[in-house]
């Protein structure tokens, strides 16, 4: 079994989000800034876990993602089953036909018994834990706090507007009405 980008970047993302949605919806751009994630991976995963009921999106200003569970309620295999992470250390996909039809190889039953291992020790491991792990290892979380308004020391400069004739025929128009 190899777990692929896809799985271990899920994974990340949604301990990060867990991380800080106490501070209300995070947004991918934040998560993907901080992980070093592209944006646009980020988005294909979160629609795979919004569509399997891990995350809930909330749109407009001050919107972002947030656990649709509470996270001691998510487990690693939930995630990584959700994005589509084939967790399998068989040749045949499970299906028992590693040789052709009907035939097993001779380790069969040695990559089953791995797969259910895995599935096993994935699904024991929660978010709530994952996140737990962070906080003891002194992950900072930033606090985000309402979005203020700076006050730039630079003038604001406004357009002036010209109230002349463009062209020499509106020029001329405006004389002949005067």
């Given at each position: 079994?190899?777990?692929?980008?896809?799985?271990?970047?899920?994974?990340?993302?949604?301990?990060?989000?867990?991380?800080?949605?106490?501070?209300?919806?995070?947004?991918?751009?934040?998560?993907?800034?901080?992980?070093?994630?592209?944006?646009?991976?980020?988005?294909?995963?979160?629609?795979?876990?919004?569509?399997?009921?891990?995350?809930?999106?909330?749109?407009?200003?001050?919107?972002?993602?947030?656990?649709?569970?509470?996270?001691?309620?998510?487990?690693?295999?939930?995630?990584?089953?959700?994005?589509?992470?084939p967790i399998d250390?068989?040749?045949?996909?499970?299906?028992?036909?590693?040789?052709?039809?009907?035939?097993?190889?001779?380790?069969?039953?040695?990559?089953?018994?791995?797969?259910?291992?895995?599935?096993?020790?994935?699904?024991?491991?929660?978010?709530?834990?994952?996140?737990?792990?962070?906080?003891?290892?002194?992950?900072?979380?930033?606090?985000?706090?309402?979005?203020?308004?700076?006050?730039?020391?630079?003038?604001?400069?406004?357009?002036?507007?010209?109230?002349?004739?463009?062209?020499?025929?509106?020029?001329?128009?405006?004389?002949?009405?005067?």
């Amino acid at each position: 079994m190899r777990l692929t980008t896809k799985g271990r970047f899920a994974v990340t993302a949604m301990i990060d989000l867990a991380l800080r949605e106490g501070s209300g919806p995070v947004t991918l751009a934040a998560i993907s800034q901080r992980q070093q994630i592209s944006l646009s991976y980020l988005e294909q995963l979160f629609g795979k876990l919004r569509r399997h009921q891990l995350v809930e999106s909330t749109r407009g200003p001050g919107g972002g993602y947030t656990l649709a569970r509470k996270a001691e309620e998510i487990t690693v295999a939930d995630i990584i089953v959700s994005v589509d992470e084939p967790i399998d250390a068989t040749q045949c996909g499970g299906k028992g036909n590693c040789l052709g039809e009907g035939h097993r190889c001779m380790t069969h039953d040695l990559w089953t018994a791995l797969n259910q291992r895995m599935v096993d020790f994935l699904d024991s491991v929660t978010l709530k834990k994952l996140v737990d792990d962070q906080i003891a290892k002194g992950v900072q979380v930033e606090e985000r706090g309402p979005a203020r308004r700076t006050i730039s020391s630079a003038p604001v400069v406004k357009p002036i507007r010209v109230n002349a004739p463009n062209s020499v025929f509106a020029l001329g128009n405006a004389l002949a009405k005067s």
